[in-house]
C-alpha cells in the first residue's frame, strides 16, 4: 500500500513552516507543470525557451509566495501554480515576440491562461474515453498529476509523441517532420506510448 503524504496534510504542515513539507509538496507538481509548460512553449515560443526553466521559476515563486495561497485542497493549489506559471509563460512569450518583432504571434495574458487550463484538462483525458461523464471528469483531475509523473517515466520518444499530438494537437503527418519518422510509425509510437501509460496508472493504481 502507498504511504504518499496526502496533499491536504503537507499543504497544512506548510503553513506551520514545515520548510521540509514544502519542498516535499511543490517537488511533486514538477512533473505536471512541466507537461503544461511543454505544450504552451511548443505553441507560443517555437521551443525557443526551456520549459524546466521556466517551471522552476514558477516552483521558486510559488516557494517565496506562499503566504499568499489560502486554499486547502490540492485542487486550489494546482490551480494557484497554473496561474503562476501562465504569467511566467505570457511574459516569455511576449519577451521573445518583441525580440523577433513578431507582432503576429502575440498572445494576451488570458489566452496564455486558457492555454495552461486547456492542456490540464487534457492531461486528465489524456486515457479516457472521448466523451466522459461528470464523474469521469472528476476522476481525470484528481488523476492529472500522477498520470504526469507516469509520463515522465516513459521513454523520450514516448513523451515526445504523447506532447505534440495531443497537446499541441499536431497532425500524425507534422509529427513525423519534427521527429524524422513516417505518419504510420508516428501512430505506431502513439498507440505504444498510451498503452505503456495505461499500464503504468494500472500498476500505480494497485499500489494506492
Known sequence: MSTVTPPSELI??????DEAAR???????????????????????????DPSDLVQQTLLEAHRDFQGFHGVHEVELLAWLR?????????????????QRDLAREVSLEQMQHGVEHSSLLLGRCLSADDPSPSEIASEREATVRLAQQLAQLPEDYQQVVLL??????????????????????RM???????????????????F
Request: hydrophobic fraction near 45%; include cysteine.
Open 12 to 17: 497544512g504542515r506548510c503553513r506551520q513552516g
Open 23 to 49: 519542498a516535499q509538496l511543490f517537488e511533486r507538481y514538477r512533473p505536471y507543470l512541466q507537461v503544461l509548460a511543454q505544450a504552451q512553449v511548443g505553441r507560443h515560443l517555437r521551443a525557443k525557451c
Open 83 to 99: 496561474r503562476i506559471l501562465a504569467h511566467n509563460l505570457f511574459n516569455e512569450a511576449r519577451r521573445y515576440n518583441a525580440q
Open 165 to 186: 499530438r495531443i497537446f499541441e494537437g499536431l497532425s500524425a503527418e507534422e509529427v513525423a517532420q519534427r521527429m524524422g519518422r513516417s505518419a504510420g510509425a508516428v
Open 189 to 207: 509510437l502513439q498507440m505504444r506510448a498510451l498503452t505503456a501509460l495505461r499500464a503504468a496508472m494500472a500498476e500505480q493504481a494497485i499500489q
